[in-house]
């Protein structure tokens, strides 16, 4: 499978919003509804911040927020803090407990 | 609290073998699936393998496919990642993962343990 399409960076002033997009195809992000959204600082665990699409795991603040059109979902972060400054994976099922996850998008928060 | 801890990585030459092991605590670990997934330096996230709870469905990435093996001991709260004919192109950061049991994501993740392979 190839690795869904992310843009590479991001940056915001904190309290602004950004939306990272994420383009796969009919084979993945297209084809099912379960999307996820990692969250990772290097060095550290990923974090499952989004899932089926639009779902937070407790504990995520609700300035998270996931959506989907077709091949593209998305990750909106809004007002945007300094420790949401991090490297963001959105993930697909492409079908029998086999995922293609993003190409990442690192966020800078100005 | 879930907690993942993988081990065994290192700096292997190519053509060689490696295992990596991954203890979990914190829950019920043999009612649960699990994944490998890596991370090349400089890249993003990249799916490698699945176990099924009771180890009776296996599946790969077909980047691995026939050179690498995922299994686990249930009664040990171990996973396993037996990896043979290693190449430089995996070269990676991996991680075990929780399979979620209510939808189809991955949910908790170790921090990972660094695999080099070069002469």
Known sequence: QS???????????PGQSVTISCTGSSGD?????YVSWYQHHPGKA????????????????DRFSGSKSDNTASL?????QAEDEADYYCC??????????????????L | QVQLVESGGGV????GSLRLSCAASGFTFSSY??????????????WVAFIRYNEKNKYYADSVKGRFTISR?????????????????????????????????????????LVTVSS
């Not at chain 1, 779902?55 to 995520?60: A, D, E, T, Y």
């Not at chain 2, 075990?96 to 343990?113: I, K, M, N």
Request: proline share 5%; with cysteine.
């Open chain 1, 29 to 33: 992000v297209g084809g099912y509804n």
């Open chain 2, 33 to 46: 699936g699990m994944h490998w997934v890596r991370q090349a330096p400089g890249e993003g996230l990249e």
């Open chain 1, 92 to 109: 697909s099922s492409a079908g029998r407990f086999t995922y293609v996850f993003g190409s990442g998008t690192k966020v800078t928060v």
């Open chain 1, 76 to 80: 909106t972060i809004s007002g945007l």
């Open chain 2, 12 to 15: 292997i030459q190519p053509g």
């Open chain 2, 73 to 113: 001991d249930n009664s040990k709260n171990m996973l396993y990642l037996q990896m043979n004919s290693l190449r430089a192109e995996d070269t990676a950061v991996y991680y075990c993962a929780t399979d979620s049991q209510v939808t189809e994501t991955l949910d908790y993740w170790g921090q990972g343990t």
């Open chain 1, 46 to 61: 990923p974090k499952l911040m989004i899932y089926d699409v639009t779902k937070r795991p407790s504990g995520v603040p």
């Open chain 1, 3 to 13: 690795a869904l399409t992310q843009p590479r960076s991001m940056s915001g002033s």
